[in-house]
């Protein structure tokens, strides 16, 4: 059997990598303020890698240039302000073709890499369960294998070759292509498996009529913060872009008694490219499935309005966004303008403010939670006769059961219920 490559073998960058240089592109039209947003989004994608920035650069440009994006007069004047920089990588916002890429390597003998690069090293790095892994493995190798003649070097080695499985006149990048392909190969047979196991899963938690929500926005907007807040959940809480990649579900009781599954999800991020939201769907399935959304925003962010459309395309792609949705701002105690907090009322009307830091806004939360969940699940008492045990089975699997008591006349089941098994047994509501 053929096993997927180790991280080390789709890894493009190499750790010596300490010195970045980065570069956005800007075309007519586009407002300066908006390329310098992308800068310094990217300086935090880098940051999150672990890799010093050394140097930044905004270019203007009429169109792009086939060869190496920009001009040749500035791919020079770029190369040599990083040779004089000493920087060992540079990135661009913008994407590369991966001609482009090697061109422009070749000329500075340096590495080069882009936006997509960055976030699947990122993701990478923070994938832990079995599926994650995998799915960063089929995107990474996706990636590179129109690139092999940069990333795969190290496949360059001349292979001895067991009888049959190199065609007389085969190059070798010919023979790592087909090493690439097969290991795509396999990596899909194995999310096949996975993707069973869950579906297994999800299965067995929706016996029980018991809501589901998830958390959802951008990265790094309090997402893991909240589910901790309200779970009281052992989740790992960062301030670095995509310290969640796994999607992690807990348990919540509301206070009328009613209990919820709540999901904190991967946060999306501008550019995110459409084949990484797509080797991402099954991750995020659980944002599908959830029957409503908290989208959270960090209100301290200027570019809150773009964070805003992002996440709403990205919930449009993914097919979410028919969900009941709750709008909650934090960090809202990062704000001394009340200016912006009442700008942002105007703007939303049903949003909620809140702080996971001071937990200011936490109750207006909960209670916007269970106006949600309470349109489709009620919490209710039916009491049934003695001879009636059968109806008291069918609740048991049909719904989430808080208490049962057995009096003289009957025994009471106190439960959250669906409107639809409720409306069966409503001659028994107490």
Wanted: proline share 3%; aromatic share 6%.
């Amino acid at each position: 059997m053929n096993e997927p490559l180790e991280k080390n073998e789709i890894d493009i960058l190499s750790n010596k990598c300490e010195r970045a240089f980065l570069i956005t592109i800007t075309y007519p039209g586009i407002d300066p303020k908006e390329a310098e947003a992308h800068l310094e989004e990217l300086e935090s994608l880098v940051d999150t890698m672990g890799i010093p920035v050394i140097d930044k650069l905004i270019v203007k440009l009429k169109k792009p240039q086939a060869k190496y994006l920009v001009g040749t007069g500035k791919i020079e004047e770029i190369v040599e302000k990083a040779v004089y920089n000493d920087i060992d990588l540079i990135v661009f916002d913008n994407e590369l073709t991966p001609s482009q890429q090697r061109n422009i390597e070749k000329l500075s003998e340096i590495t080069v890499i882009e936006r997509r690069e960055v976030i699947l090293d990122i993701f990478a790095d923070r994938a832990s369960t079995r599926e994650a892994v995998l799915q960063v493995g089929l995107a990474r190798m996706k990636y590179s294998l129109p690139r092999l003649t940069r990333a795969w070097t190290h496949l360059s080695r001349q292979r001895g070759g067991a009888k049959g499985t190199r065609g007389e006149g085969e190059t070798q990048l010919e023979v790592d292509r087909r090493l690439v392909l097969r290991k795509i190969d396999h990596i899909k047979k194995d999310l096949l498996k996975v993707k069973k196991y869950r579906a297994t899963q999800r299965k067995q938690r929706q016996k029980k009529p018991v809501l589901t929500g998830s958390i959802v926005g951008y990265t790094n907007s309090g997402k893991s913060s909240l589910l901790k807040l309200l779970t009281d959940a052992d989740v790992l809480i960062e301030d670095k872009l995509f310290a969640t990649l796994d999607p992690t579900t807990r348990r919540i009781e509301l206070s009328n008694g009613q209990e919820i599954l709540l999901t904190d999800t991967v946060g999306f991020i501008r550019k995110l490219p459409h084949d990484l939201v797509e080797a991402f769907k099954s991750t995020l399935e659980e944002t599908v499935l959830s029957d409503f959304l908290i989208h959270m925003m960090d209100v301290s962010s200027h570019e809150i309005q773009e964070h805003y459309k992002t996440t709403i395309e990205v919930l449009k792609e993914l097919g979410a966004y028919n969900k009941p949705i709750i709008t909650v701002f934090n960090k809202t105690d990062l704000i001394e303008d009340k200016s912006v907090i009442n700008r942002l009322k105007n703007d939303f009307p049903d949003g909620i403010f809140i702080s996971t830091m001071s937990k200011n806004g936490i109750d207006d939360l909960k209670n916007a939670i269970i106006a949600i969940v309470s349109k489709g699940i009620h919490l209710v008492e039916f009491k049934f006769p003695h001879n009636k045990n059968d109806l008291v089975a069918f609740v048991h699997r049909n719904a989430k059961v808080i208490s049962e008591k057995h009096e003289e006349d009957g025994t009471v089941v106190k439960c959250s219920i669906e409107e639809k098994f409720r409306a069966q047994l409503s001659e028994y509501l107490k």
